[in-house]
């Protein structure tokens, strides 16, 4: 048996290849994830522990990070002992350099005293005392901050000129900031400030309430695990999507298997015939399915290398503030890669050697010499079919009802594996009812596609996978992103909101403001400067009765109730000691009102009530603010930027909504664009799996292409014959698992997305999904390009003497 | 002079080759398939090409077919010259021209028997009207084939797959038709008949046909043999 495992591992080696890549790809996806999960790790191993080397003890929070230090007994516990400690943290401040307004910025501490000092100095020098900072080298390259440029950190009263003396480097997440000033400068900020710990050394004495010491090495083991865990946790999700990769090459090989095998039946029978055993006969080509998995998983396993380094070099070149150490080899994953691949391999081919077993020695004699490979559908098999589908369902009815992700999970997967057993009875009749649409054109191709159900069926489910949880996934995001659109219209209902605390805003100003690129509609917002008993400093109070001009959700945070007055609660920050419901004293020169707290967020530092209020205030009104609402596609940064040049020298300050909204239409944009860049891998696998489909099925019907040819079929015929076959195939799959991934976001949707954020509505975004269909469309066309050439090129000839 | 002579042949000859030569391979394997043919085909009659296996005398059907392409020489078929023909034209020429039955029978499995038959109509674009399906019901009826119209090829036995694949080859009335060791997989009773129904083609229908066999029994049934050895005319 030897010479015949050699000579067809010879022979038919080359018909492997695409079932072996997509092992491979598989594979790779495993590895990758690997390496990047363990440079993730050794990245964050280095500079952690830096700020607290010197230090006999780390005082930081119990139950972190549930929780945090108090920041003012954590600050007045630092205070204490003086030189003896220092406390790593940050202010989050607005800051300017060179004019130029800078995005939310952070601000840590830095030690005079080397000992205290962890940041490491890349040019110019440490700060010395006051009216010095340093800034990190990646914050510098972004925001182009030079040694010797002047920054302003804060805003208003609290805003202080610092000159940029130096530039450092500062690994230690827990601990880094953009920019650095000496401590006793960072106090100017104190309300702002948020403590992670403060290293002691001596004795510890009375710790603040709710901290607790521990050596440094136990501090850094405490973070180290969790930020660890985090990288885990995102490893997990990847070897999710990596599973769904495997399973969608594990019906690839499969199908490439039984292909293969239908295909050397006659040769089976042959060696049977002439005295082989069942035992030996099935050997060899167990010996073959190994010898594939092997040469894939190593192929795999050195592609995921090369990439998995090759990223971790790209990501340190892009985003230089994530740390990405130089890993080590990931013995374990590489070797668990290894052997999911060939596992993988050899148990998707283990049903197909096994209808080799059944091959009688009989058929060899048989004159007959056509192959085709008819598939019959077991009941046992639809019997189950039926059973998960009726038990998913059920599954998932009650997961609605009950809000139990579990029961989701469950039901999904019954569901869907009901859907890929009774595939063979369900595609086949999909694919004729797709292709008659076609007219006669479309009918042999029609015909060629359903001809084997079960590889049909086979080949489209590998597709069907990747499409379900494609099209999920994008109804998923459009649903969770109308929600958080109305949401965030609540939030922020201003897009930017420019207020004048002091002097009522000029006619110039409003027209400056209008003339903003990316400016649509600006309002000014009469009122009058009031005093409101619990706030430190005067506000203006005003009214809005045009706020549905510019608001996103229609003026409904505008439409105030008489005695009412509404307080921005972010504008206020943590310090706002009013809570809603308090009733407060309101004074506008010697007039007065007794109002009652509303508290909602989004339009400024200014107190919004009833125009009948107002008018008991104040005789005559001026406009204190200016509400803007941005044109779409507006830069938030820029406009943010542009309005506060404008703002500054009157003494106004700008409260910029646009921006949150931004950045949380990014993140969302972010988690959906790599879910669906990750299915993308399983997608190719997939299609990979079609076009070696109709390879080899082409090779089955070498002869009677050759016959078509020979009654007059034009290549260009042929060609657009198979092209046909794949189309249907990818888009029966596609439109199938449209359906399905639908179905399961509305299930999604009524499980978790209505509990989150109750008032969202299902989204399904149409054109989107339809694009997902044209997409797999033309893929399948793709697909059907290579295996067409190979078949057109037979002559007729040829064809009719192959035997 | 010369032009009446032409048409007179025109009107008479279905098909000649002219010095015809066909090598495969080159050096010291070349092999010579065809050694310079000529040869006239009487339109309306049935001619059998015989010689042992190795003559030559498939690859002449082949390239009187316009399935294959010759070395050197020429091939006219209805007045056309094949050579002169790219592959696409080739295939519509072939479609359009010429009818083909196989030794394996080489019907589509995914196919009924009616299909079958018209699918060379189909393959042309071609409606499938009336008329059609009438000329598809009387060859049926012709080779006895009209009560198994809607069955597939495996449940037909060989004598009626290849009298399927009569009727498919006769449905675009070919100007040739080539029949390829047509009995090479049938019994004798089977044979008989099939290589009765290519004659009555030929003599009731007025239909060329050309049969490739080795066997004498066989190409008894033939109005003329052009016998074959070694790549060339005996």
Request: with cysteine; proline share 5%; net charge neutral.
């Amino acid at each position: 048996m030897r010479t015949v495992f050699l000579a067809s591992l010879r022979t038919h080696i080359r018909r492997y290849v695409a079932a072996a890549i997509a092992v491979a790809v598989a594979v790779a996806f495993v590895v990758v994830v690997g390496v990047l999960t363990s440079g993730a790790h050794s990245g964050l191993m280095d500079g952690l522990g830096a700020p607290y080397r010197n230090a006999d003890h780390v005082v930081s929070a119990v139950g972190w990070p549930a929780s945090v230090l108090d920041p003012k007994a954590a600050i007045a516990f630092t205070e204490r002992h003086g030189e003896n400690a220092a406390a790593t943290g940050r202010a989050t401040l607005p800051a300017r350099a060179n004019g130029r307004r800078l995005s939310e910025t952070t601000v840590g501490p830095i030690a005079t005293s080397e000992e205290w000092r962890w940041q490491k100095l890349s040019s110019g020098r440490f700060p010395a005392g006051t009216g010095e900072a340093v800034v990190d080298v990646y914050f510098a390259l972004a925001e182009n901050i030079e040694v010797g440029d002047r920054v302003r950190i804060g805003e208003g009263a609290a805003a202080r000129d610092a000159r940029v003396v130096g530039l450092v480097e500062s690994p230690s997440p827990p601990a880094q900031a953009a920019m650095y000033v000496t401590w006793p400068q960072l106090l100017q900020w104190r309300d702002h400030i948020h403590l992670t710990a403060v290293a002691v050394r001596g004795e510890v004495g009375q710790l603040p309430e709710g901290a607790k010491a521990q050596s440094p090495e136990g501090f850094a083991a405490e973070r180290l695990t969790y930020v660890q865990n985090r990288v885990n946790s995102l490893s997990v999700m990847l070897l999710l999507f990596a599973g769904i990769a495997l399973f969608v090459s594990v019906l690839v090989i499969a199908n490439t298997f039984s292909i293969l095998f239908a295909q050397r039946l006659r040769d089976f029978a042959l060696l049977r015939c002439i005295g082989a055993t069942r035992r030996q006969v099935v050997r060899s080509v167990r010996r073959e399915a190994a010898v594939v998995g092997v040469l894939a998983s190593l192929t795999g396993t050195l592609v995921g290398i090369g990439l998995g380094y090759g990223l971790i070099a790209l990501i340190n070149a892009l985003t230089p503030t994530i740390p990405m150490g130089a890993a080590e080899l990931p013995t374990p994953w590489l070797l668990g890669g290894f052997a999911v691949g060939l596992v993988v391999t050899m148990v998707a081919s283990w049903l197909p050697t096994r209808r080799v077993v059944r091959v009688s020695p009989l058929a060899a004699l048989r004159p007959d010499t056509a192959v085709d490979v008819h598939t019959a559908t077991g009941l046992v098999r639809l019997a189950l079919a039926a059973i998960l589908l009726v038990t998913g369902l059920t599954l998932l009815g009650l997961a609605m009802v009950q809000d139990s992700t579990a029961l989701m999970v469950a039901g999904g997967g019954s569901v869907f594996a009901g859907v890929l057993l009774f595939g063979p009875v369900l595609v086949p009749r999909l694919v004729r009812i797709t292709g008659a649409l076609l007219g006669p054109a479309g009918r042999l191709a029609t015909k060629n596609a359903v001809r084997n159900p079960r590889r049909t069926a086979t080949t489209t489910a590998s597709l069907l996978v990747g499409v379900t949880l494609t099209t999920a996934v994008l109804t998923g995001m459009a649903t969770w992103r109308s929600s958080l659109d109305e949401q965030i219209g609540r939030d922020h209902p201003i897009d930017v909101a420019l207020t004048s605390p002091k002097e009522p805003v000029t006619t110039d100003l409003l027209n400056r403001v209008r003339h903003t690129p990316g400016v649509e509609q600006a309002i000014p917002v009469d009122g009058a400067v009031a005093r409101v008993a619990g706030l430190d400093k005067a506000i203006p109070v005003v009214i809005a009765p045009a706020a549905a001009q510019v608001a996103r959700d229609g003026g409904a945070f505008a439409r105030v109730e008489p005695g009412k007055i509404g307080i921005d609660s972010e504008a206020f920050g943590k310090n706002l000691s009013l809570r809603p419901g308090d009733r407060v004293t309101v004074h506008v020169g010697d007039r007065r009102a007794q109002l009652q707290v509303a508290v909602g967020s989004g339009w400024g530092p200014v107190g919004v009530v009833a125009p009948e209020t107002l008018a008991t205030l104040t005789d005559a009104p001026e406009p204190h603010a200016i509400w803007i609402r941005a044109s779409s596609g507006a830069d938030p940064a820029q406009l943010g930027g542009d309005l506060d040049e404008l703002a500054d020298p009157v003494g106004a300050t700008i409260e910029n909504g646009l921006r949150t909204w931004e950045s949380l239409d990014q993140q969302l944009g972010i988690y959906a664009w790599s879910a669906l860049g990750l299915l993308g891998i399983a997608v190719v696998i997939a299609l990979i799996g079609i076009a070696n489909t109709l390879g080899l099925s082409v090779l089955e019907r070498a002869r009677e292409h050759a016959m078509l040819r020979a009654l007059g079929l034009t290549r260009r015929q042929l060609r657009r014959m198979l092209a046909t076959e794949a189309v249907l195939l990818s888009v029966v799959a596609t439109l199938l698992g449209t359906v399905i991934g639908v179905g399961f976001a509305w299930v999604g949707y009524e499980t978790i997305v209505k509990r989150a954020l109750s008032d969202a509505t299902m989204q399904v975004p149409w054109p989107l999904l339809g694009v997902v269909v044209l997409i797999a469309a033309l893929a399948g066309l793709l697909a059907a390009v290579l295996p067409a050439r190979r078949a057109a090129r037979v002559t007729p000839a040829a064809g009719l003497s192959l035997d | 002079m010369t032009t009446t002579t032409q048409q007179a042949t025109q009107e008479t000859v279905a098909a000649s080759a002219r010095n015809l030569t066909k090598t495969y391979g080159q050096g010291d394997t070349q092999v010579h398939a065809l050694r310079g043919i000529d040869l006239d085909l009487s339109r309306g009659r049935f001619a059998a090409i015989m010689g042992p296996s190795g003559s030559g005398k498939s690859t002449l059907m082949h390239c009187l077919a316009g399935l294959d392409q010759p070395s050197g020489g020429t091939v006219t078929v209805a007045g056309t010259d094949l050579g002169s023909l790219d592959d696409d034209t080739l295939t519509i020429f072939r479609r359009e021209h010429i009818g083909f039955v196989f030794q394996s029978f080489n019907l589509l499995p995914t196919l009924t028997a009616g299909e079958n038959i018209v699918l060379p109509l189909e393959l042309g674009d071609r409606r499938i009207d009336d008329a059609a399906r009438e000329r598809a019901h009387m060859l049926a009826d012709i080779l006895g084939v009209a009560d198994r119209l809607g069955h597939r090829p495996t449940e037909l036995s060989g004598g009626q797959q290849q009298r399927v694949a009569i009727a498919r080859a006769l449905i675009t009335q070919p100007d040739l038709l080539f029949a390829d060791e047509p009995t090479g997989n049938l019994d004798s009773t089977t044979s008989a008949e099939v290589l009765d129904h290519l004659r009555q083609s030929a003599r009731e229908l007025g239909q060329t046909v050309v049969m490739v066999t080795h066997e004498r029994d066989a190409a008894a049934y033939a109005d003329y043999v052009v016998t074959m050895q070694d790549g060339r005319i005996v």
